[in-house]
């Protein structure tokens, strides 16, 4: 587009970061919503040059976006308009919905001036755009000085993430001293502003226990002049200050870690005060009016890249600043786009010696006067007006497609992964239960920590409540869980001495247990999932760097030829080749460590965690008691083991299958990349083979119990192993000469002699429920028939033969259940999906009007691609992946989810896709396939 060299680069230098400064790696490392725009003219009326370096990170190739000559003359509206359209941001990237609350995106000059007008624009010829509408101070660096123009103060940045600022000096002494005067005629205990949940007075002592006052500023002409100058510091209106705030802290006095800002979710009930969170507290100016000797201390425990703390109170690790008379701290509690910034936690440490004096300064995005009007709100008409999102709203997500956009001169080159494509089996979401559910967990729990049992004392009860979403969140913590606690391989310190003490510890289980131990082996599944899944990822980062640099070197070598002989990039990328016994070793390892951590958990009798504080009070008593019914191991009272030592010996013939582990491996890239797409398509389980108790005979001579046979198998990529088959047999009871007479004396025992007896123990009469009761229940004619009514009430009901009688069923839903999580587990090893996607350059795209071409054809799914212009109008954006939470993508391709409007369902009628289950596009292309056409504007 361009043949202009720009002269933009040294204007870059105050107002870029390097990639390198953003330390943490669990979020986008970038400004997000901070555009840096450069203007230029080569000649006077000549057109203008537009670059565009994007969310505030400086790129070695900037975004060269082509600016029309008529947009430079068209109005402001149009012009914003049309900035907008070529930079593809939009409102929809913001974290509260309702767009139409948020205020429209502002243009500055570098110094902080908003501009309003296309003129003023290209008279500024570098730009600032901040997506949440207000100035928001670049960071540079740490360490960065910042003069701040028209004074003698200086910026200094003391963190990039969160952004800090320190002002040394901004505040005199005696206006410190004077400001001390004011507050200490007025003070009162500090409240804090409650969330919806808390007790107002007991939230407050517990987190906040200095003093506190409110100035307002029209009683000092002290305060109304520092109005001002802190105006000019955060180049934001004085009308959108809130009344500044005192505060004492005494010896030992705090606030805990929490941010300034207002997130909706936890203010329903202010809610519309507060825009639903587009009218927020965007920044902090924080007075510091004494010196403190010790202690003391703001608090930023997120900095460093550290994570969000446990302990709100804990004051040992993060950024802390000293109090210094004078010195002002500034820290934004909004990113540049508006959305809140959770690295704003912070904290105010204990005084420990001296007192400590300072004051809260609260600039909000918007003017406090819900009246005043925002700047640029007539010319945004993003959401406004009759909004076409309606209120509450997120994202929305039909017909969502991918754009690729082409920003090189040479031809760019695409390669995707096998698709992901996921499918559960249908049978499994429909008939999945909240007791499956339970019972996952609390089969999750019987695993961690097999050979005990008080781990299901309380059944979990995990949301007793019909309402999807709630329970599909349940569900993600509990796979989340077992997710993170695999990641964690890298804390085990002595793989090979912690499997031999691993292995001594799983002689002593028994019962239950054993089942547990043996259904370990669908985890070990997972985990070698896991594992290739990690290769995967790192051998696909590597390749990432290598493309980079390759793009690099051509971009230079171009350069150097000055447009001659175009050459592919994709010609320069080679994949690395390991052979199949390398990678074997590298899965075997990775698993290797996911077990050893598994086993050292167990012993150390980690993972106890109750998943039930969290989740309780959304039930009814009923439902709780219904679930714990299902409860297998409920119904197995400690007292009676004995039957179960015979369970542990059939169960003892599926250990034997530990060999199908051994091999039937996923050992290769090509299979893990294979379950990867496909899912668990074919996991399944049954107990077909198996018979419930029943009674065989009664006569004079007593009862004939069959007490069954368990068999149940599974299969699991297109594998079948039986994992038990164990035969109870029939064993005959004798009767005694009174049944009705010993039922009625409550001597149940008495009327069960024998093995069943036997089985049943001595505590029987704890198990059931009243004999009268059972009896009750019966609607038995004669005397044969009681017994023989009993029987089978005793069959249902009691404690293990009830267990016996669902074990199939029971059974089933733990394999449904692991299935279902099993490929949770696998939707978040491969969380980086879309980043496949992006990742390598093998294959090229036809030129504009030639026909489409075959981009991938497999099993399930045919990829065709082609290319055309972008189209000529606004495209309403809908979601801007590189915003919300994926590092932009390095070199050439950039790219987002766009929503063409009715030409989207032409563009995806343009992919041939085919699902073995014969399911169509139309109703898969919002949630499976993630990619799905490439519309390349190719210059
Ligand atoms: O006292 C401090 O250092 C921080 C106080 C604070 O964050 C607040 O009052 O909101
Ligand atoms: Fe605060």
């Known amino acids: 587009a361009s043949s202009s060299v720009s002269p933009c680069d040294e204007r870059y230098a105050d107002w870029l970061t390097d990639r390198e400064q953003f330390e943490r790696m669990d979020e986008p490392r970038y400004l997000q919503g901070l555009h840096v725009l450069c203007l230029w003219r080569e000649k006077e009326d000549g057109p203008v040059f537009l670059e565009a370096q994007l969310n505030g990170i400086r790129e070695e190739n900037p975004f060269l976006p082509e600016l029309p000559p008529d947009v430079i003359d068209a109005d402001w509206g149009a012009f914003r308009k049309h900035l ?499 990678r074997l070793n590298e899965a075997t390892d990775v698993l290797k460590n996911v077990m050893l951590k598994h086993n050292r958990q167990r012993q150390k009798g980690m993972l106890h965690e109750r998943h039930r504080s969290g989740l309780k009070g959304s039930g009814s008593e009923k439902e709780a008691e219904e679930s714990a019914r299902w409860n297998p191991l409920d119904l197995v009272p400690k007292q009676i083991r004995s039957p179960f030592d015979k369970l542990v010996d059939g169960f003892q013939a599926a250990a034997d299958k530990a060999h199908w582990l051994a091999t039937n491996t996923v050992d290769t890239l090509e299979l893990a990349v294979n379950i990867l797409s496909r899912g668990f398509t074919d996991f399944g389980a049954n107990c077909h083979g198996s018979n419930a108790p029943s009674i065989r005979s009664f006569d004079q001579h007593g009862l004939r119990i069959n007490f069954g046979n368990l068999r149940c198998e599974l299969s699991l990529m297109g594998q079948r192993t039986e994992l038990f088959n164990f035969n109870f047999g029939e064993r005959a009871i004798p009767l005694p000469s009174h049944p009705m007479q010993l039922l009625a004396a409550g001597n149940i025992v008495g009327l069960l002699p024998g093995q069943l007896q036997q089985i049943v123990g001595g505590d029987i009469m704890g198990l059931m429920p009243h004999p009268m009761k059972l009896l009750g229940a019966l609607d038995c004619a004669g005397q044969a028939d009681v017994v023989q009514c009993l029987g089978f009430k005793i069959i249902s009901d009691i404690a293990p033969l009830n267990f016996l009688t669902r074990l199939g069923d029971i059974f089933k839903e733990f394999i449904e259940s692991f299935a279902k999580l099993a490929s949770k587990l696998v939707a978040q090893a491969m969380k980086g999906g879309q980043s496949l996607l992006q990742t390598a350059a093998t294959t090229e795209f036809p030129s504009v009007g030639k026909e489409a071409v075959v981009h991938h054809r497999g099993p399930n799914l045919v990829i065709t691609k082609h290319s055309q212009k972008m189209p000529g109008k606004h495209a309403e954006l809908l979601q801007k992946m590189a915003n919300l939470e994926e590092p932009k993508p390095p070199a050439a391709v950039k790219w987002s989810f766009e929503d063409y409007g009715p030409e989207t369902q032409a563009l995806v009628t343009q992919l041939l896709v085919s699902f073995p289950f014969g399911a169509r596009i139309s109703t898969c292309a919002g949630h499976i396939l993630k990619v799905q056409l490439l519309n390349g504007a190719v210059s």
């Open 84 to 582: 907008q359209y070529l930079l593809h941001f939009t409102k929809a990237t913001n974290e509260w919905g309702n767009f139409h609350l948020k205020q429209p995106f502002g243009l500055f000059e570098p110094g902080g001036r908003r501009l309003a007008s296309t003129a003023e624009v290209l008279d500024a010829q570098l730009v600032l755009l901040f997506e949440g509408g207000q100035w928001f101070w670049p960071p540079v660096r740490v360490g960065y000085v910042r003069a701040l123009p028209g004074t003698t103060y200086e910026l200094k940045t003391v963190s990039v993430q969160p952004v800090v600022f320190l002002v040394r000096g901004f505040l005199r002494e005696e206006e410190c001293q004077t400001i001390i005067a004011m507050g200490e005629a007025n003070m009162s205990e500090s409240p804090i502003v409650p969330m919806d949940t808390h007790h107002r007075d007991k939230a407050t002592k517990e987190f906040r226990t200095s003093t506190q006052a409110r100035l307002e500023s029209s009683e000092s002409p002290l305060l109304t002049e520092l109005d001002h100058r802190i105006s000019n510091l955060t180049r934001v209106p004085v009308h959108h200050n809130e009344e500044v705030q005192i505060l004492r802290y005494r010896l030992g006095e705090f606030y805990a870690a929490h941010t300034d800002n207002f997130d909706p979710q936890y203010y329903q009930n202010s809610v519309d005060y507060i825009d639903k969170g587009h009218r927020n507290r965007l920044l902090t100016v924080f007075w510091y009016l004494t010196n403190v000797s010790q202690g003391g201390e703001t608090l930023f425990p997120r900095a460093h890249a550290l994570p969000q703390p446990e302990d709100m109170h804990s004051c040992e690790k993060g950024l802390k600043v000293q109090p210094e008379i004078g010195a002002v701290l500034l820290w934004y509690s909004l990113r540049p786009n508006g959305n809140s910034d959770p690295n704003s936690l912070h904290a105010s440490c204990p005084v420990q010696e001296g007192m400590k004096w300072s004051a809260n300064y609260w600039v909000w995005n918007k003017p406090r006067d819900v009246q005043v009007a925002l700047p640029d709100a007539d010319y945004d008409d993003e959401y406004g007006g009759e909004s076409s999102v309606a209120e509450g709203d997120t994202v929305p997500q039909n017909n969502v497609s991918a754009t690729f956009e082409n920003r090189h001169e040479h031809p760019v080159y695409l390669s995707a992964l096998e698709p992901v494509l996921r499918s559960h089996p249908p049978a499994l979401s429909a008939t999945m239960k909240l007791g499956s559910i339970r019972l996952l967990l609390a089969w999750a729990f019987i695993f961690w920590t097999s050979g005990s049992f008080k781990l299901v004392e309380s059944p979990l009860a995990m949301t007793n409540s019909t309402n999807e979403t709630a329970n599909r969140i349940v569900e993600e913590v509990v796979a989340q869980r077992l997710h993170a606690d695999m990641e964690e391989i890298s804390s085990i310190d002595n793989p090979a001495s912690e499997n031999q003490s691993g292995s001594n510890e799983s002689t002593a289980m028994q019962g239950p247990g054993e089942l547990a131990r043996n259904l370990e082996f669908l985890l070990i599944k997972v985990a070698q999932l896991e594992a290739v899944a990690e290769m995967q990822q790192a051998k696909l980062d590597e390749q990432t760097k290598k493309i980079v640099s390759q793009e690099d070197r051509i971009q230079s070598l171009e350069k150097k030829v000055n447009g001659e002989g175009q050459k592919s990039a994709g010609a320069f990328v080679e994949t690395e080749h390991k052979d199949a016994q390398t």
